[in-house]
């Protein structure tokens, strides 16, 4: 017993690249600059769930947030939540959901940090209302590794508020932030699922739907007459009073790395039909919980595992509603034609509430997100395509579902890095970050 | 002020070493049940972060007190006035301790006495008090945080090892005195828990979560147990450890 180091590794949700790092769990906000400097660059880490190497830093340190999870202060009557930044959604909704509240956005996992989700400005199923997580924060005290730390809001040090938002953990350490929570009366979600068949019906159905949450489960490998069909599925907070009580913990957890091969186009597309018909009829009403509303694969935990040890990649891509589907339909041909499967595959028309944050994400148009097993080849080919038509029909894609983008095409999704970089810690880095400065290679 | 028996969360608690990540995350069960908190640690910003949180989580009260446990002199005037601030006491969570470095207690007997002093003398002055206080009151608990490496010496720590095992039969002791007068005594042994004391090792299969034992904390003093491991497998662990004969012990590397 008590064998010391060395520390275990940390992998990305997405599980590539596989990069080497020292983990450093920090327990308190006080805890940063670290005791003893360390030689490396430093990343602040949360709980792992972004895909690709945002989180990740070769031979660096990764300052580990998830102990820092203090609810520090909450206003019932404004719904204003101060907690440290290593606080989890799945925290915050356990201690909100009793008491009335509910996130004002959430991702498609509540296993993430509020400091995670600030650093990605991560959107969820009501981006078309609420816009980004960001557009919630309403403070946060940013720590550098010089020693200094300032408060930032849209107030105070307005232009660290707008570079930490989307910042991707590169511009200081989060140690607390206050977001606003909003209030609701039940656990439930008045759901609604409708079929479509091709990208002309799910527009017209995002046109027309008032919901507040609203997103589509796409079927990339059918072609012919099923190309393009889904279910596009939207909820509401129900209305009538109901139970408000704190969710059960996940009992299940995917056991072990499925062999690699175990997810290809036959079993996806028999997985997509079974999903699909699944809802009887075409269009499905009810109450249903707002975990399987908002959290339906975190039911199993390490749901990854499914993609096997060399582990999965994403894509997601927002393009411009002018050019609307054109760009859609040539993304998704090229996923069709690939063969590649992807069963947890997404689409979802964004609003145009604007991000706060610099480099955020979210812009008005069309977003598609996929994953793919890894295939090296084929697999990346792909992504670069998929990339290209991105870059031709003006859109962009989302760093932290990426693993692959070139630094010609993060610069010219992203036009501002030159003038983000100025707020980046100088020490401080991230795998992503050299790869799309041009300083690390893509590995092939 | 509601008094507490068997079978309800205790209302009035005083935390000795409450920045512990084991006591932290005990507390949060009781604050969420509404209890009223004296906290006591060293250092005030971890403090104040401990105390906000278990007042964010639904604490009633609580007030934090700065000191260094390892000063037992000021050890009744601080337990006088803390259980005065809460109108009385139901439960005393005694989670205080080092781990100390093993080499280093060999090489030098300063830093062996420090580990002792902290983790067995400091405890036996707190729990003297406590003793003698519950026992005229002829209610209450005092929960200790031992370890399973108390039960038995291994060359990897034994110095740690044997401030926690002069703890286990003080506390059998103890328990021993003030059972008849009502007062509960609860060891509590956790095995490897993921928290700032155990960051120096490597995490594996067998560490838990402090929420987790914290949870297992919360049963056993509901519950009003005498010794408890947790997690519980670590019953069965240190069972197997303590039965192996010495001549094949003294043998092993653990």
């Known amino acids: ?444 | 002020m509601t008094n507490s028996g068997a079978g309800t969360s205790p209302r009035r608690v005083l935390a000795l070493g409450a920045t512990s990540a084991i006591a932290e995350a005990t507390l949060r069960l009781l604050a969420e049940q509404g209890a009223n908190f004296v906290l006591v640690a060293r250092s005030e910003p971890k403090l104040a972060a401990v105390r906000d949180d278990l007042l964010t989580r639904g604490a009633t009260a609580a007030i934090g007190y700065v000191s260094d446990l390892n000063e037992t002199e000021s050890h009744a005037a601080m337990l006088a006035e803390a259980t005065a601030a809460l109108g009385g006491l139901d439960l005393a969570l005694v989670a205080h301790g080092i781990q100390g470095d093993q080499a280093e207690a060999e090489r030098e007997y300063a830093v062996a006495e420090a580990i002792l002093r902290t983790n067995f003398l400091s405890a036996v002055s707190l729990i003297g008090w406590l003793a003698n206080y519950f026992e005229a009151q002829r209610r209450g608990t005092i929960a200790v945080i031992s370890s399973v490496a108390g039960d038995r010496g291994r060359k990897s720590n034994y110095v740690y090892g044997a401030s926690k095992g002069g703890l286990n039969v003080f506390l059998d002791g103890v328990r021993n005195r003030v059972d008849r007068a009502g007062v509960n005594v609860l060891t509590i042994k956790p095995g490897f828990v993921a928290t700032p004391m155990t960051a120096h090792l490597s995490r594996n299969a067998l560490f838990a979560a402090p929420g987790q034992v914290a949870r297992g904390i919360a049963r056993a003093i509901e519950k009003r147990k005498d010794v408890v491991y947790v997690p519980g497998f670590w019953r069965w662990i240190m069972l197997i450890v303590r039965m192996i004969p010495e001549p094949v012990f003294k043998k092993m590397n653990l």
């Not at chain 1, 034609?337 to 480099?359: Q, Y």
């Open chain 1, 1 to 444: 017993m008590g064998k010391a180091k060395p520390r275990p590794g940390f992998e990305s949700w997405g599980r590539y690249p596989k990069l080497q790092a020292d983990v450093v769990p920090l327990h308190w906000t006080t805890d940063f600059p670290l005791a003893k400097a360390p030689a490396a660059r430093q990343l602040p880490v949360g709980l792992g769930r972004s895909y690709g190497d945002v989180c990740l830093l070769e031979n660096g340190t990764l300052l580990a947030t998830p102990e820092m999870d203090r609810l520090l202060h909450f206003n019932e009557a404004t719904g204003v939540l101060r907690c440290e930044a290593g606080a989890s959604l799945k925290e915050i909704l356990d201690f909100a959901m009793p008491r009335g509240f509910f996130l004002p956005v959430t991702p498609g996992t509540k296993y993430v940090t509020v400091g995670g989700a600030i650093a990605n400005d991560i959107h969820g199923k009501n981006h078309h209302v609420a816009g980004t997580f960001g557009r919630h924060v309403l403070r946060f005290e940013l720590a550098r590794s010089d020693g200094s730390r300032v408060v930032c809001s849209p107030v105070e040090n307005p232009e660290w508020f707008a570079a930490t938002i989307g910042g991707m953990g590169l511009t200081g350490l989060m140690t607390w932030a206050e977001i606003r929570l909003r209030p609701i009366v039940s656990r439930l979600i008045d759901y609604r699922g409708v079929k479509f068949h091709g990208l002309a019906e799910f527009l017209d159905l995002s046109r027309t739907a008032a919901s507040e949450y609203t997103v589509s489960w796409i079927d990339c490998l059918s072609t012919g007459k099923n190309f393009a069909r889904g279910i596009f599925m939207q909820g509401d907070h129900a209305e009538i009073p109901g139970p408000l009580r704190r969710s059960r913990e996940p009992k299940l957890t995917f056991p072990f790395d499925l062999p690699q091969l175990a997810l290809n186009r036959y079993s996806v597309a028999t997985f997509n039909a079974f999903y699909y018909h699944r809802q009887r009829g075409n269009e499905k009403t009810g109450p249903v919980d707002y975990e399987p509303f908002f959290y339906p694969l975190d039911a199993v935990l390490k749901w990854n595992r499914m993609y096997g040890k060399a582990g999965l990649l994403q894509f997601q891509c927002v393009l411009p509603r002018e050019q609307d589907e054109h760009g859609v339909v040539e993304v998704l041909k090229a996923i069709t034609a690939s063969g590649l499967a992807s069963f947890l595959a997404v689409i979802k028309v964004f609003g145009d509430v604007p991000s706060p944050g610099m480099m955020s994400f979210p812009a008005p148009g069309i977003t598609l997100a996929l994953d793919f097993p890894i295939r090296r080849e084929a697999s990346f080919d792909l992504l670069e395509r998929l990339a290209r038509i991105t870059l031709e029909h003006g859109g962009r894609m989302y760093p932290a579902k990426d693993a692959r983008m070139t630094p010609e095409q993060f610069q010219a999704f992203y036009p501002q890095w030159q003038e983000f970089a100025r707020y980046v810690d100088p020490g401080f880095d991230s795998a992503f970050w050299q790869r799309v400065t041009g300083r690390r290679p893509l590995d092939d």
